[in-house]
């Protein structure tokens, strides 16, 4: 439990400091009570697809729960095997048949949009802790869409927000949520 712990609470903090904080998305307060938070500590694609599998299974049987964040806690480190897990991750999703129910976002320390250089804060929209692929129900963003007033225009209004910010400051947001993990938790098993 500890183990997952060191992964799960710069997540739960980053969620709260910048995906909510900041409002990069505007419905994930309304989720807050309803999100999962889970650990994968496989390093191969091929067993990270069984984990990711295993989670599609539990929310199926759990509906009450809307979204999930897959804390990918080894293995993914490197940007572009990230990217590989994601591509085969959404070809999982067609291939078995959880397309329409479920879709992926994908969340990285490195994250860099295609076509945007590698420093522009516009990467911290899609910048987390750690490597994540967030599980969300389709029915519950089309809901939610449903009620926002011009969701189109959230990517454009976050990477305005990102840019005015700036990527120190929100690096800075990145590194305090790392920080946090260890002064926010006391592993019991130490003396």
């Known amino acids: 439990m500890y183990q997952d712990a060191e992964f799960i609470r710069p997540v739960k903090r980053w969620v709260d400091t910048v995906v909510i904080g900041l409002n990069f998305c505007p419905f994930a307060r309304l989720e807050q009570n309803q999100t999962r ?8 694609i091929k067993t990270a697809l069984v984990t990711l599998k295993t989670e599609l299974e539990y929310l199926q049987a759990h509906p009450g729960i809307v979204t999930s964040l897959l804390i990918m806690a080894a293995g993914f480190d490197d940007f572009n095997r990230y990217l590989e897990l994601v591509e085969r991750a959404n070809d999982f999703l067609d291939q078995q048949g959880y397309r329409g129910d479920f879709q992926l976002a994908s969340f990285h320390p490195l994250y ?14 899609n910048r987390a802790p750690f490597p994540v692929l ?15 007033r011009q969701p189109e ?13 700036g990527s120190q400051s929100l690096q800075q947001k990145l ?15 130490k003396p």
């Open 175 to 189: 590194n305090d949520c790392l920080e946090y993990q260890d002064q926010d938790y006391t592993n019991p098993l």
């Open 37 to 44: 938070y889970s650990v994968c500590y496989d390093r191969k």
């Open 153 to 165: 225009k959230i990517p454009q209004r976050n990477i305005t927000k990102a840019r005015e910010l």
């Open 112 to 125: 860099q949009f295609d076509g945007e250089a590698a420093d522009d804060p516009s990467n911290y929209t």
């Open 134 to 148: 967030h599980l969300l129900r389709e029915s519950e963003i089309e809901s939610a869409l449903a009620t926002y």
